[in-house]
């Protein structure tokens, strides 16, 4: 294993700790949850707000729907190589009952997915760069 600093992938989309979340907006009048973070304008129709929290948001939800992606990705996204089909799930999370598109970690397939399974959010390597390694956010089913 490298002794390179870990870095996020995408800056601000989450945490690095050992049990990450996803940040996020909260409109500050209606309460309304945005992923990636919204400061431009309330997306909920019935509501004129401009004013957002930044919030962490929940780690745990259920599967609300998945697939499998059988390409490589374009550019500037950085696929593995080889490349690998790897599988995507949109996840209903805990607290917010917002759905949010992810991957599913590296060695799950969509045979082993089910609607309803719950899943938690976990930091896996994308890849590595000459200063550090890249880490992703991506969910993790759950053993019950």
């Not at 998945?66 to 607290?95: C, M």
């Not at 991957?103 to 938690?120: A, N, R, T, W, Y």
């Not at 976990?122 to 890849?127: D, I, R, W």
């Not at 590595?128 to 390694?133: F, G, K, P």
Request: some cysteine.
């Amino acid at each position: 294993m490298s002794d390179k600093p870990l870095a996020p992938a995408i800056d601000g989309w989450h945490t690095m700790e050992v049990k990450p979340h996803l940040i996020g907006t909260q409109c500050n009048s209606c309460g309304s949850y945005f992923f990636p973070m919204n400061h431009a304008y309330c997306r909920n129709p019935a509501c004129d707000s401009t004013e957002f929290s930044e919030v962490e948001l929940s780690r745990t939800g259920h599967i609300w729907s998945y697939t499998n992606a059988s390409y490589k990705p374009p550019e500037p996204f950085v696929a593995a190589e080889p490349f690998e089909p790897y599988s995507i799930a949109a996840v209903q999370l805990e607290k917010e009952q917002m759905v949010v598109l992810g991957q599913v970690i590296e060695g799950v397939s969509c045979d082993e997915l089910k609607v309803g399974m719950p899943v938690e959010l976990v930091l896996e390597q994308l890849h590595e760069t000459d200063d550090d390694i890249k880490m992703t956010w991506k969910w993790k089913p759950v053993k019950a």
